[in-house]
């Protein structure tokens, strides 16, 4: 019966258009009401817990960071880096968008602020060259949402903290999976773009690739500094966030100087205000997660789910069936803070990775960012690219499955994670 209170509860105030924090407070409250244990500290207490957390310092720093790279001119030398080395390539602007994709991926880790910036400067590329608009729009939707994958990720430290589970491993088995999806994106490109009739960029010199190289060098040092300083216990995913932050203000500020002293203001309160939204959901998510566990609703759900205990390939499928469910509804956030606590005892119950399960629930998630109807990415794409909604869903469908291809073959063969994530973690 507490299952049906917390999804009724829940469910009834997101109909009714209450925001996700306080709907997840509405339901903490109904099941407090219900089993008979209300006590508005204990609300309290819970939110200010739930904002109160050293990893969590990582999302305000990694918010600025896209900020700082959108405005600074880093992500625009990445676009030219990659437009010199495949632009002149048969659909060569696909391959650039997903390769580009790829490297800011690597430094923002905000699957919106990659998207709009691409959605800007490359969807009126690509129609310009003769692709297809919908197509144009769905690749770079779907090439947006490797930025929660490859770290660094907001997604690996909402989940790391509400899984008790390491972020820096999270952030080190990422990286293949992330690659994964981008192979997985020229694939299908490659598919969908054969028969168009696109004119390629001519291509560069040897001098002019070293020229866009040279003038990129500083924001692609960033990946490299992330993972070494992982790699070798340097910093902690909170500091890496703060490396991150200081490193792109430095380069914008004093290297490119494109980001003004006047346009400070301006990122910092754009950052905060995403932050904002960001931690309150958090803290509103850890009412729902104490009395999750209070309530012992994760155990009712291990029962729900106990004929698929015994084989942990179907156990996951299921799994991932649900958060693709759920995430055609609920926005990635909301759905890692609402599931994580459900799901995570089933998974430690039944002997799968932590971390391993991590890697796919983000990935999963992140597809949800551009599933109809609520898909953040999609919605974002759709209005930078001046395109209506019917369009890039179908634009988006075989990038769309080209990833879910992706996720269940990681599902398939965990080794795929789990090897280059203790290559890396040594």
Not at 349 to 373: E, K, R, S
């Amino acid at each position: 019966m507490t299952v049906i209170v917390f999804t009724v509860s829940l469910l009834a105030a997101m109909a009714i258009g209450m925001p996700i924090a306080y709907a997840l407070l509405i339901c903490g409250v109904a099941l407090m009401w219900y089993i008979d244990i209300f006590d508005a500290q204990i609300i309290a207490q819970n939110v200010i817990n739930g904002a109160d957390s050293f990893p969590l310092m990582a999302v305000p720093f990694f918010m600025l960071a896209g900020e700082i790279m959108n405005t600074g001119g880093l992500a625009k030398r990445i676009v030219d880096v990659a437009l010199a080395a495949c632009g002149h390539i048969r659909g060569g602007l696909g391959y650039v968008a997903i390769l580009t994709s790829c490297i800011l991926a690597s430094l923002s880790g905000s699957a919106v602020a990659d998207a709009a910036a691409l959605a800007a400067l490359l969807v009126p590329m690509m129609v310009a060259a003769g692709h297809d608009k919908a197509k144009s729009a769905g690749l770079v939707a779907a090439g947006g949402i490797i930025a929660p994958i490859i770290p660094p990720s907001i997604g690996f430290v909402l989940f790391g903290v509400a899984g008790g589970v390491s972020i820096t491993k999270l952030f080190l088995a990422g990286i293949a999976p992330g690659i994964m999806l981008g192979l997985g994106l020229c694939v299908a490109w490659w598919w969908v773009a054969r028969n168009d009739q696109a004119e390629s960029l001519p291509r560069r010199s040897a001098r002019e690739i070293l020229k866009a190289v040279r003038d990129g060098f500083w924001a692609l040092m960033l990946p490299f500094i992330i993972i070494f300083g992982l790699r070798f216990g340097i910093f902690t995913p909170t500091e890496a966030a703060v490396v991150v932050a200081v490193y792109s203000l430095f380069i914008a500020v004093f290297v490119y100087r494109e980001l003004k002293p006047t346009q400070l203001l301006g990122v910092f309160v754009s950052a905060a205000q995403t932050t904002a939204i960001v931690m309150f959901l958090v803290a509103a998510a850890l009412v729902s997660s104490w009395l999750i566990t209070v309530s012992d609703i994760a155990n009712q759900i291990v029962g729900l789910v106990q004929p698929f205990m015994g084989n942990n390939t179907i156990l996951m499928i299921a799994l991932m069936v649900i958060v693709v469910i759920v995430g055609t509804a609920l926005d990635m956030t909301p759905t890692i803070l609402i599931l994580t606590p459900i799901l995570m005892p089933i998974v430690k119950q039944a002997g799968i990775d932590p971390v391993y399960f991590g890697v796919l629930f983000i990935i999963n998630n992140a597809i949800g960012l551009i599933t109809p109807p609520v898909g953040v990415v999609l919605n974002v794409v759709c209005g930078v690219s001046k395109i209506s909604m019917e369009d890039i869903i179908k634009g988006v469908w075989p990038f769309m499955i080209a990833q879910l291809l992706v996720l269940l073959l990681l599902i398939l063969f965990p080794v795929l994670v789990t090897g280059p994530a203790r290559w890396l973690g040594g």
